[in-house]
């Protein structure tokens, strides 16, 4: 088993490990631990992303994630308030 191997969760077919020096950096994330949802728009209104990059986040090259962080400040979350009663 490669070292690096450990940082891949077991049965993540996203995941690719590409080399050992890629796996000791930090995997850059615009995630700030406010997850909250926008279910119409299906984006996290903390950081922004679809919950799909959300999910495939660990598995994308560096310009991969690097496109969509380059993207996230453009993006609009319109979180539905509740009907007030």
Do not use: F
Request: proline share 7%; net charge positive.
């Amino acid at each position: 088993m490669h070292p690096a191997a450990s940082y891949i969760w077991p049965g993540d077919a996203g995941a690719v490990l590409r080399n050992s020096a890629e796996m000791k950096t930090p995997i850059l994330s615009p995630c700030i631990k406010v997850c909250v949802v926008d279910e119409t728009a299906a984006v996290c209104a903390g950081c922004r992303r679809t919950i799909d990059e959300v999910a495939r986040w660990a598995g994308m090259t560096d310009a991969e994630r690097r496109r969509i962080m380059n993207e996230l400040p453009h993006r609009q979350v319109r979180m539905h308030k509740p009907a007030e009663t």
